[in-house]
Each structure stands twice: as C-alpha cells, then as structure tokens.
C-alpha cells in the first residue's frame, strides 16, 4: 500500500490528528487512516476518484 498525508487537524479536546491516504493496489480501492484513534474507515466509492485525482496532482 502507498501512503500519503492529507492533513492534519485538531480536535475539539486538543488532540492532533493526522489523516492518512492509503492506497491498495490489490482492491485498487483509497482507505482513510486517523492516527489517534488507529481505525481505517473506506472511503466511499463516490469519493473514490476525487481522491485519485487529489493524489495524482500532488504525485505528478
């Protein structure tokens, strides 16, 4: 998998959270990482080439 940084924030309780981008190429799907928290939430498959396009721009 291939691991990007889209942003980090922080939330109301002061923590700081990083948002990560993975990308599988097996599934050839995008995963949302916080690093608080350490769960993986899908991104939906609407968002799905947004993101693609999102991380190619910043790739390229």
């Not at 990083?18 to 949302?32: E, I």
């Amino acid at each position: 998998m291939r691991q990007l940084l889209l942003f980090e924030q922080v939330d109301p309780a002061g923590n700081l959270i990083f948002v990560h981008a993975y990308f599988c190429g097996n599934c050839q799907k995008f995963f949302a990482v916080s690093g608080v928290i350490c769960t993986t939430r899908f991104i939906p498959q609407a968002d799905t080439n947004e993101i693609r396009d999102f991380l190619a721009a910043i790739a390229a």
